[in-house]
C-alpha cells in the first residue's frame, strides 16, 4: 500500500502497511507488521493473522515494533489473533509493543490479556 500525504478532492487517504511472515523454526511463526494498522489496512492485518496463526504453528510472535499507529480496528486484528491462537491451542505473543500500539491496549485495558516482550529473543528464551 502507498500513503498520500494529502487526499486530492474525491480521494481516500491510503495508508502504509506491511505484513511479512517468517517461519524461525517448525512451528514458530514471526509476524512483521509496519504502518499503520487502521479501517483501511485491517483486512491485510487479518489476512497476514490468519495465515499465521493457525496449525501447525505451535508459537506465534507478532513483532509490531515498526507500527506507527493502531486504532481500534488495529486492535480489533490483534483480539482476533489472540481468540484463533487460543482456539488453535497456539501460544502468542506480541513484541516490540510501542507507544503507538501500547496506548490503545493500556486505554482499553486489553494489554492484560496479551503476552508481551521486548524482543524476539526475549520471547523466543521464555516461552
Do not use: K, Y
Amino acid at each position: 500500500m502507498t500513503s498520500h500525504p494529502e487526499p486530492r478532492d474525491g480521494e481516500m487517504i491510503r495508508t502504509t502497511f506491511d505484513a511479512v511472515a517468517e517461519e524461525l523454526e517448525p512451528g514458530v511463526l514471526l509476524v512483521r507488521m509496519s504502518g499503520e494498522i487502521d479501517i483501511a489496512s485491517t483486512d491485510f492485518a487479518a489476512e497476514a493473522i490468519r495465515a499465521a496463526v493457525a496449525p501447525p504453528a505451535r508459537l506465534v510472535l507478532i513483532d509490531v515494533s515498526a507500527v506507527t499507529f493502531c486504532s481500534s480496528a488495529g486492535l480489533g486484528n490483534l483480539v482476533e489473533a489472540r481468540n484463533l491462537a487460543g482456539q488453535h491451542n497456539i501460544t502468542l505473543a506480541l513484541v516490540g509493543v510501542g507507544r503507538p500500539v501500547d496506548r490503545p491496549l493500556s486505554v482499553t485495558g486489553l494489554g492484560g490479556q496479551f503476552r508481551i516482550f521486548s524482543t524476539v529473543a526475549e520471547a523466543l528464551t521464555q516461552l
